[in-house]
C-alpha cells in the first residue's frame, strides 16, 4: 500500500502545477500536439496544420453539450464563409473527447467543408495551452476550457478564455470576427 504513495503524490503535483500554468497568451507558438480527425488512425499535427495559414481554433468542453451544440458550434458553422472571406484557411474546433464522438457530432451540425473536429484525446493540446480544467464531476474527466483565438503561421494573435471555463461570451464566432 504505500508503495503506492509516491505516484499519487506525483500525480497531485503535476496537477497542481497544470493548474496553476499559465495560459495562452497573444504572441505564443502553438504546441506541436498531434490531435485525431474521424479516427485514431486521423492523426493531424496541428503545427502542421496551420503553417504558413491563418486560421481559427475553438475549444469548447465536450461535444453534444447544451452551450456546446446550441451555440458555440452553430455560430462558427454559420459564420465560415464571412470567416473565409476575411482571408482564414483553416478553422478547427477541439473538444477533449474522442475521434468518433467529434466526427459525429461535426456531421450532426454540418460542419463538412467548413470546420475540422479535432479530436484532443488525452488532453494534451489544452494542456499545452493550460486550458485544462477538472470536469470530472460532470463530464468525468479534465476538460478544455471553452475559448477561440486566431492563429497565423502558427503564432497565436488573438484569444479569447471563458471564465468560468464553459461560459458563452469572448470564445463566440461573432466575438472572434471582430478581432479580425
Not at 73 to 78: E, H, I, K, N
Not at 93 to 104: E, K, T
Not at 113 to 139: H, P, V
Request: charged fraction near 20%.
Amino acid at each position: 500500500y504505500m508503495g503506492h504513495l509516491p505516484m499519487f503524490r506525483a500525480q497531485t503535483i503535476l496537477r497542481q502545477a497544470f493548474a496553476r500554468m499559465a495560459s495562452v497568451k497573444a504572441g505564443d507558438a502553438l504546441p506541436n500536439v498531434v490531435l485525431y480527425e474521424n479516427t485514431p488512425a486521423g492523426k493531424v499535427a496541428i503545427t502542421e496544420l496551420f503553417a504558413g495559414k491563418k486560421g481559427i481554433i475553438f475549444g469548447v468542453p465536450g461535444a453534444f453539450t447544451p452551450g456546446c451544440s446550441k451555440t458555440h458550434l452553430p455560430g462558427y458553422v454559420a459564420d465560415a464563409d464571412k470567416f473565409k472571406a476575411k482571408g482564414v484557411e483553416v478553422i478547427a474546433c477541439v473538444s477533449v473527447n474522442d475521434p468518433f464522438v467529434m466526427a459525429a457530432w461535426g456531421a450532426a451540425n454540418g460542419t463538412d467543408g467548413k470546420i475540422r473536429m479535432l479530436a484532443d484525446t488525452r488532453g494534451e493540446f489544452a494542456n499545452a495551452l493550460g486550458l485544462s480544467f477538472d470536469a470530472s464531476a460532470n463530464l468525468g474527466n479534465a476538460r478544455c476550457k471553452r475559448f477561440s483565438m486566431i492563429v497565423e503561421n502558427n503564432v497565436v494573435k488573438a484569444v479569447n478564455i471563458e471564465d468560468p471555463p464553459g461560459g458563452l461570451t469572448c470564445s463566440l464566432a461573432n466575438e472572434l470576427f471582430k478581432q479580425l
